[in-house]
């Protein structure tokens, strides 16, 4: 298989000659060869995206001054989209609010929060905002700036690594998390009521039908892997190591729900041992902490990286996925040489926990246990469907989302009063 495909820096550094792209061309019956037919309006969102016409014509199989003949000729401007018109007042009341809700962010994040909402603004002017609304965090930023290893491996969809954050289980709440290795890019983030495989595994198949199958996956030695385990075996074969199991790390954005869960546990107004309050607080909570890792994860996909030459993960992610379109391996790629992938810092990155020390030694794998009072004991979950399902109907059309203005601690009282009464106890 190695000899099948070029080595991973000289494939970077020397990328296969776009030979096999495969773009028609327009026949007009006229003197000279014709002209090819490219996929302009993507060339152009790409450009917007954050990568340069070189990049993007090396991509698209052609020589940049075609790229830029036939933008003309077909009146596409090349020039960068102008920034957004908004006043410092303006900007400083939305970056307020960005920082209220994910405290101690940096100005690269809230940029990406900004363009998420498409608010395309300078750096400097995102950085004078957050100054000044919050100037403390900004200082406590810079003394923990650190500095990573280039990560390398072929491509998008070269290597996905997914894992599971577990700092909101003690309240219920399960964070499921994909990104892909190459651009970093979030493939998803997903709070469920638990870690059970088959929820891994349909999260997992819900994303390849949107972004394609990756060619590998990392992963940690949880049950809750195996399933996606047996599916990527499964598509792949069992020689191709499609599957890579190693200890895990946490980037932890739900601090802001622990602090919450942690008031209503010392106020006494939450405990996790009455069914009546843990299914009133997944019923009224998983909403906004959804809603709170999609805003987080459509900022950092749109933030850009030092790292990168200042290109977002969705630029990155967006330029190789159509270069490997254009040379014919975007679907069935088997990403990189066996070797390279059998390399035990294969997809780590510095401040990632290394993986053990002999990677090939067998691993027992375990399965979960089955049965509702089982999985609560294994920890696979805190409230099972059968009570989630009859809290909800005993709250009827109670709006569990609404905004009370105090982050849902209101909403959650009064579905738990609710919900007391109707069961004929008392609050």
């Known amino acids: 298989m190695s000899t099948n495909f070029f080595p991973l820096d000289d494939f970077i550094t020397n990328p296969p000659p776009p030979a096999s792209a495969s773009h028609s061309r327009l026949r007009t019956g006229r003197p000279g060869r014709p002209s090819y037919v490219l996929d302009l309006p993507r060339a152009r969102l790409l450009y917007d995206l954050g990568n340069s016409y070189e990049q993007i014509a090396q991509a698209l199989g052609v020589d940049r001054k ?23 007042e303006a900007l400083d009341e939305v970056v307020s609010e960005i920082s209220l809700a994910h405290p101690f962010i940096g100005s690269v994040i809230v940029s990406g929060h900004l363009e998420s909402r498409g608010i395309h603004l300078p750096r400097l002017r995102v950085q004078d905002s957050l100054r000044r609304v919050d100037e403390i965090g900004v200082l406590v930023r810079w003394a923990g700036i650190i500095k990573r290893r280039v990560y390398k491996v072929r491509g998008s969809n070269a290597l996905w690594h997914h894992d599971g954050n577990e700092k909101l289980r003690p309240w219920g709440f399960y ?51 195996n399933e996606v385990e047996r599916l990527m075996i499964l598509y792949w074969g069992i020689l191709h190591r499609a599957y890579l199991r190693g200890r895990s790390r946490h980037n932890d954005a739900l601090e802001t729900f622990r602090q919450i869960f942690d008031y209503l546990e010392k106020n006494d107004l939450l405990d996790m041992e009455n069914p009546i309050h843990s299914t009133c607080l997944f019923l009224v909570f998983q909403r906004r ?6 805003r987080a994860r459509d900022a950092w996909n749109h933030h850009r990286m030092r790292t990168q030459h200042d290109k977002t993960p969705i630029a990155i992610y967006e330029l190789s996925r159509t270069a490997a ?18 390399d035990p810092l294969y997809g780590f990155d510095g401040d990632a926990t290394l993986p053990p020390a002999n990677p090939d ?29 009859a809290a909800a109907e005993l709250l009827g059309d ?9 982050w849902g601690i209101e909403v959650y009282c009064e579905a738990v009063i ?7 106890f008392s609050a």
């Open 325 to 342: 379109i254009t040379r014919g391996y975007w679907t069935g790629d088997p990403g990189d040489d066996l070797n390279i992938a059998s």
């Open 418 to 424: 609710i919900m007391t009464s109707k069961l004929g």
């Open 175 to 225: 964070v499921h998390g994909c990104v892909d290795g190459h651009s970093r890019l979030i493939i998803y983030l997903a709070c469920c009521s638990n870690k059970r495989k088959m929820t891994v595994a349909n999260l997992f198949q819900a994303a390849v039908a949107v972004f394609g199958w990756p060619s590998r996956m990392r992963g940690d030695f949880g049950t809750e892997n």
């Open 361 to 389: 030694e067998p691993v027992e794998r375990t399965e979960q246990p089955t049965g509702t009072e089982a999985e609560r004991a294994g920890g696979i979950l805190v409230n099972g469907d059968e009570d989630l399902t």
């Open 66 to 88: 075609t790229l830029y003949r036939q933008l003309e000729k077909a009146g596409i401007p090349r020039a960068r989209r102008s920034f957004t018109a908004i006043s410092d």
């Open 289 to 294: 902490i959804q809603a709170a890792l999609d």
């Open 398 to 406: 109670f709006d569990c989302d609404r905004d009370d203005g105090n």
